[in-house]
């Protein structure tokens, strides 16, 4: 008898994907509060043989699996946090907790690292390597959950390859989205103080007016992106509050701005608050304002090793066909996962999750999101052969 194939194997687990993940998406936790989700998932692992269950930090779960045959360490990542949003979708396993939802996916990243899990713990003896599963606290909130796991904890001593998905609305369901090289963007923070010098609405030249001084420093740093950095690099620089003011007839004293600037270069990532604060502090100097500015540095970019996103691709092919593979397009969100990258080579990658039917076309991060469960199966294939085969040939 021919044993059954992976597909077949991960078809007949789909209630039980299926399961998890609604049970995840009914119980949603925020960043660094995942104490019921980090419970339900370490009694679900443990209800699998063969696999070594902890908690590296209060709210992460780590499964390790020791194959029956040498090989290479392997970690695998899937993010577990939800946001706070209030859920606005109406099938019966929405949210039960006002305010918060799982609107980015990471319920379904955890029932497939959950499936996959599964898969492997049936088959250890012929497992090669160590597989590490992560399932990892904190994506949505700085510093990250993954920046803690790696800096405080062992969990990526002696891993060779690291690998983790996205579910995107962006791709239909079925497909699988890899991309080497520059992948995803560094999320930095702006944050800037201008301190003129209030007085009467009536009396501007008593002044120096905070408002007008930001609005030309919100129109100016777009020329940090335009003429100081080369058009074939990519650098986004968006001011998204400009706080001033009390009433109609009155200058502030001062005006806060707080922005976001994002980048695939970590060349371009540190000369970017040199370029601005020039900017800044030319426009202040000449209208006679102070500024403070704080600049913030989120999660590095995430930048595919080469091979490893091959490997990846590879993989999806062999599963899915080549119709079904599709070169991931970079964007400018940001993504906790280069943290592992910073240890080891590795790469992200997504997996389709939108459709017609399930009406998963929303937008990440929107009060309608939710996913064609089909991608749970995807997501489960991909992860499973990677594991296998990464830590075969590493
Ligand atoms: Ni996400």
């Known amino acids: 008898m021919t044993p059954p194939t992976t597909e077949a194997r991960v078809s007949a687990l789909r209630p039980q994907l299926e399961a998890w993940r609604r049970h995840l998406h009914m119980h949603p936790e925020l960043s660094f509060e995942e104490h019921e989700t980090a419970a339900y998932i370490e009694a679900e692992l443990k209800k699998m043989p063969g696999l070594s269950v902890t908690r590296p930090t209060a709210t992460s779960v780590l499964a390790v699996l020791r194959g029956g045959k040498p090989g290479k360490r392997v970690l695998l990542r899937a993010d577990i946090d939800a946001l706070p949003i209030h859920e606005e979708n109406t099938f019966e396993f929405k949210s039960k907790r006002d305010g918060v939802m799982h609107a980015c996916g990471h319920d379904g990243h955890t029932a497939i690292l959950l499936g996959t899990a599964k898969l492997l713990s049936e088959d250890a003896a012929n497992v090669a390597g160590e597989i590490r599963m992560i399932f990892q606290h904190a994506e949505e909130n700085g510093p990250g959950g993954a920046e803690e796991l790696v800096t405080q904890t062992p969990l990526m001593d002696g891993v060779d390859v690291a690998t983790g998905l ?78 001033a ?36 502090k030319g426009i202040c100097e000449a209208h006679g304002a102070r500024y403070e500015m704080n600049y913030d540095f989120g999660y590095r970019p995430v930048i595919n090793t080469d091979w490893v996103a091959q490997t990846l691709r590879d993989i999806a092919v062999a599963e899915f066909g080549e119709g079904d593979v599709v070169e991931a397009p970079q964007w400018m969100g940001g993504e906790d996962f280069s943290a592992y990258l910073e240890k080891a080579p590795g790469a992200y990658f997504n997996v389709g999750s939108a459709s017609d039917e399930a009406d998963s076309h929303w937008p990440h991060h929107h009060p309608r999101f939710t996913l064609d469960e089909l991608s749970l199966e995807t997501g489960v294939r991909m992860m499973y052969a990677a594991a296998q085969r990464l830590a075969a040939e590493g």
């Open 166 to 243: 996205h579910l995107s609305s962006g791709l239909p369901a079925g497909k699988v989205g890899i991309r080497a090289g520059a992948f995803m963007a560094s999320p930095d923070m702006l944050t800037l103080k201008i301190i003129g010098k209030g007085g009467h609405g009536a009396q501007p030249e008593q002044t120096i007016d905070p408002i007008a001084i930001g609005a030309q420093i919100v129109s100016n740093l777009q020329h940090v992106v335009s003429r100081n950095v080369s058009a074939l690099e990519s650098l986004v620089v968006s001011i998204t509050q400009f706080h």
């Open 245 to 280: 003011g009390t009433t109609h007839n009155v200058i502030p004293d001062t005006a806060e701005l707080v922005g976001t600037v994002r980048c695939f270069s970590p060349e371009l990532r540190q000369r970017a608050p040199q370029l601005i604060e020039r900017v800044v």
